[in-house]
C-alpha cells in the first residue's frame, strides 16, 4: 500500500479529537462563515491559509487567543515548516504545548503538514505584561536624601585612602563616602536569627 493511500485512509477514519467530525454548523452564521472561510483560502498565500486552518481546528479557546502565525521554511527529512503559533498571553502556553503533536495531526487533517507545531508568546502581548507588571508596582520611591559627613569623617576617609594606589583613590573615596551616608540613614542592626533548637 502506498504511504498517500495510507495517509487517505487514515484521514478518512472517525477522529473523536477533531472538532470539524465533532460539531456540524448548525447556524446559518456556522455555514456562511465556512463558506466565506473556504472562497478565502483558495486565494491566500500559504500563511494565511495556516491561520485559517489553525483557527477551524484549534477550538474557540485558543483561537480567541491566536495572535498571529508564521511557517517557517521547508526543512528536516521529511521537508515538512514548522507552523509557530503566536499567542496573546501565557495563559494557554502551557495546555498548547503539552498538546502540539495532537495539533499536529489535526493539521494534517484539515490538509496542512507541518513537522512541529511551535507556541510563543507575541512581542506585543509581552509589552503588555511588562506594563502591567510596571502599574502593579507603582512608582518608584525615591530615595531619601543622605545626611552629610562631618569634618571628622572626611579627616578619616582621606587618611585611610592615602595608602591606596593615586589611580584608585578618587573612586575609592566616593565609595567610602557613599557607604558612610547610607549607613547613616538606615544603621546596621544586629542580625536575629531563630534559636536552633527551640
Known sequence: MGQSRKRWLERMEYDPLDPAKQHKPETAADLVSGYLDARLARGANKTLQALTIWRNIAGKRASKHTVAVWLSD????RNLPDLVVYLDGNALMVDLSTNAELYGDRLAHAGL???HVRF???????QIAQQRM???????DEPPELPALTPYER??????VERIPASMREDVSKAMEMSLRRAKVAPTQEAKSAPQNP
Open 113 to 115: 503538514e507541518v513537522a
Open 120 to 126: 510563543k508568546l507575541s512581542r506585543k502581548a509581552g
Open 74 to 77: 521547508p526543512a528536516g527529512p
Open 134 to 140: 510596571a502599574a502593579a508596582e507603582g512608582p518608584a
Open 155 to 160: 579627616t578619616r576617609i582621606a587618611a585611610d
